[in-house]
Every structure is written in C-alpha cells, then in structure tokens.
C-alpha cells in the first residue's frame, strides 16, 4: 500500500487538535467563556469544543499508527470512514460561510485530509489489481 499518502495525513492532521486546542481556546473559547451567555451554554459549548479536539488527536493517532505500521491491512479499513468523517465535516464550513458570508477556511484543512487517505487506498486497491 503507499502509505505515504495515510503519513502525510496522520502529520497534517495533528496539526489540527494542536490548532484546535491552542488557537481555538484562545480566539474562540475564551471569548465565548467571557460572554453573557447562560453557563449552561457555556458548559455545553465547551464540553463539544473539547469533545471535537479530542476526536482529532484519536483520529491523527489512528491514523498515524497505520501509516507507520508494516502490515496494518486490518486496520486500513478504519481509514475510509475516517476519510468519510472528515470530509463531510467540511461541508458546514463551507455552508455556513456562504450563508453568513464569514469565511470559516478550516474545511480546506480538514478536507483534504479525508481525501488523501482515499487516494492511498484506491492506490493501493488498483496495485492489487495490477499484480
């Protein structure tokens, strides 16, 4: 299989829950603690924050572990829904920033790293069908 492709997004990926969890907390989350919204939205808020940055280190852990990994053909199948995940996680960015006219850009992170995962695994798929 070219896992270049499956370590190339396991990298990338981390990037994003240290971006998240750095930057987001930052530009994000403390504002929203320092609003006059209730603290039950600023709780629940919070919690789904972390529960996303969360998601994102699982996912770049998985990810990377099967990159590196020599014989993980088991595993390669967690790769496709992962891919799923993210890319249709980007679609709201996307949405939402024609709707409001805001332009949220983390979609053109966190899609490609649901594509690339895909192209090694169709690569990897028409490598079988060659041989």
């Given at each position: 299989m070219k896992t270049i492709y499956i370590k190339i997004t396991g990298i990338v990926n981390l990037f994003g829950p240290i971006l998240h969890t750095i930057g987001g907390q930052i530009e994000l989350v403390n504002p929203l603690l320092d609003s006059n919204i209730s603290i039950q939205q600023k709780r629940e808020l919070t919690g789904a924050w972390h529960i996303v940055t969360i998601l994102l280190f699982l996912t770049s852990y998985i990810i990377l572990r099967i990159g590196f990994k020599k014989d993980s053909t088991q595993e390669k199948e967690l790769l496709k829904p992962i891919a799923i995940l993210y890319i249709l996680s980007g679609i709201p960015f996307i949405i939402t920033s024609?709707?409001?006219?805001?332009?949220?850009?983390?979609?053109?992170?966190?899609?490609?790293?649901?594509?690339?995962?895909?192209?090694g695994l169709q690569k990897a798929s028409s490598n079988k069908q060659n041989l």
């Open positions: 024609y709707i409001y006219g805001v332009y949220a850009l983390q979609w053109i992170l966190i899609m490609p790293i649901g594509f690339l995962p895909l192209m």
